[in-house]
């Protein structure tokens, strides 16, 4: 028989995961897709107001702050927060961390970012969840706002987190809220990670024309 899902839409699972230190996922740097990126261009418009949900310690907040842009990173682990808050203001870093559940943000962010950037979050929530999650990301975004988005693990199975992502799976959950512009491999990954995570440029839907599908960045 199938294990039972664990509760991973209660903050206090992931609660419990940093107070035992079980945080595997922690890279201890931004992910190198996004290092990548930035570094060999501009993924969003100068300043842009970019939201990072599921932003753990704030990694790739920080780095994304670093380059000047706006950002808001929201995370509902209490400890994720305030080490986040912690290491931008040893930085001295305007980026702003939120405790919040990613998916009550739409009724204060209506509109309200630029930008997206996802990793890690779409495959922490429950996999029931993806649609409401998309939508969320839709409706915190400008119209023609972009969400740029990493997806991991890349691979079979239904137990998690992480929650296995396929490519179907992504243009599923997507697909009625973002159009995709461009995907593929990232640039860059985290060895352990290499050749399980798939990079996306999406724009929210606002009937906007969309460029032919090429490389995310
Ligand atoms: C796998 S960790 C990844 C953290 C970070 N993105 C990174 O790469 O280090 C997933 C994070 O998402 C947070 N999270 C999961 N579901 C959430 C929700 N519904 N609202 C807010 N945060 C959530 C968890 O607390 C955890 O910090």
């Not at 990493?150 to 992502?165: I, Q, S």
Request: proline share 8%; glycine share 10%; aromatic share 10%.
């Amino acid at each position: 028989m199938d294990e039972p899902r664990k509760p991973v839409s209660a903050a206090a699972y992931w609660e419990g995961l940093y107070a035992e230190r079980q945080d595997g996922w922690e890279l201890g740097e931004a992910a190198p897709s996004l290092q990548a990126c930035l570094a060999s261009g501009r993924p969003f418009t100068p300043g842009a107001r970019v939201a990072v949900p599921g932003c753990g310690r704030g990694h790739d907040a920080r780095l994304l702050a670093r380059h000047g842009f706006a950002v808001t990173g929201f995370d509902f682990a209490e400890a994720a927060v305030t080490e986040a808050r912690q290491l931008a203001s040893h930085e001295r870093l305007a980026a702003t961390f939120e405790r919040r559940d990613v998916f009550t943000l739409a009724k204060d962010y209506a509109g309200g970012f630029d930008a997206v950037w996802e990793y890690t979050c779409f495959c922490a929530i429950d996999p029931d969840r993806r649609a409401e999650y998309a939508r969320t990301l839709h409706d915190i975004l400008k119209p023609g706002g972009t969400l740029l988005a990493c997806f991991y693990p890349l691979k079979d199975g239904t137990d998690g987190p992480p929650f296995p992502v396929s490519r179907q799976g992504i243009e599923a959950a997507l697909g009625p809220y973002f159009r995709i512009v461009e995907s593929g491999a990232p640039p860059a990954s985290p060895e352990r990670r290499r050749g399980l995570e798939w990079l996306v440029r999406a724009e929210r839907r606002s009937g906007a024309p969309v460029d032919s599908p090429g490389r995310a960045c």
